[in-house]
């Protein structure tokens, strides 16, 4: 099974994702995390991509298709993965098609107004060090700028400036959303109201995973 969380920047693909992974044990793998740690460790792709990152505009196809690639043939992924933030066009949805066949498939579109999305992210932080998400709105740290969990230092992201945040959500009404009719027609899309609690949401997405579980292991069996 391969879930593919669609949604523009600042829906809660991550937090959602996260929920998923430890529920139904599959791993959760982030593009644009693993850029992050790229860049973090200084490589020759982390190099080649920060600028563009946090200016808010997609990366080359080249240098994300190859990384999901490795990823995604990984051990921990033969039952099944999430994908936060890949494909983010449609020539990622076509490439990751070749690159990994034959595997059944469910698209969690998670939508929210623009409005609310610019004052999400604006509001969003992020641990410099273990790169868990904070929101000074709605998930507060227990002690001011410190990570609850390795008391590393919160920052903002760099692409969530509101420059930044404008050219994304361009971006995302530019490309990504192309992809809603792209699954609508391969009949695995299925879009979640994301204007509501955390909890709520997953509630919905655990239906569906619930009912297209159900109905793989019956059409295998
Ligand atoms: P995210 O953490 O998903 O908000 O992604 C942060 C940034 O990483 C994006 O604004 C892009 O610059 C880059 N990125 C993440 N995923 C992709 C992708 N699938 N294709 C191209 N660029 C990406």
Not at 137 to 150: G, N, Q, R, T, V
Not at 157 to 176: C, F, G, M, N, P
Request: glycine share 6%.
């Amino acid at each position: 099974m391969r879930i593919i969380l669609l949604g523009p920047p600042g829906s809660g693909k991550g937090t959602q994702g996260d929920l998923i992974e430890r529920e139904y044990n599959f791993p959760r793998i982030a593009a644009g995390d693993l850029l992050r740690q790229a860049i973090k460790e200084r490589t020759e792709t982390g190099k080649k991509v920060e600028v563009i990152m946090n200016r808010g505009e997609l990366v080359s196809d080249e240098i994300v298709i190859e990384m999901i690639k490795e990823r995604i043939l990984k051990k921990d992924c033969k039952r099944g993965y999430i994908l936060d933030g890949f494909p983010r066009n449609i020539s990622q949805a076509q490439k990751l098609e070749q690159i990994d066949r034959d595997r059944s498939e469910v698209v969690l579109d998670i939508q929210l107004r623009d409005r609310l999305l610019v004052e999400r992210l604006a509001s969003r932080r992020i641990c410099s060090d273990c790169g868990t998400l904070y929101n000074l709105k709605i998930k507060m740290p227990a002690k001011d700028s410190l990570c609850d969990i390795c008391s590393g230092y919160l920052v903002q992201r760099e692409d969530d400036t509101s420059e930044a945040i404008k050219r994304r959500l361009r971006v995302y009404h530019e490309q990504t959303k192309a992809l809603i009719g792209y699954y609508q027609k391969k009949n695995v899309y299925c879009e979640i109201n994301g204007e509501r609690g955390i909890s709520e949401i997953f509630s919905d997405i655990r239906e569906v995973l619930d009912n297209k579980m159900a109905a793989f292991h019956e059409a295998r069996s």
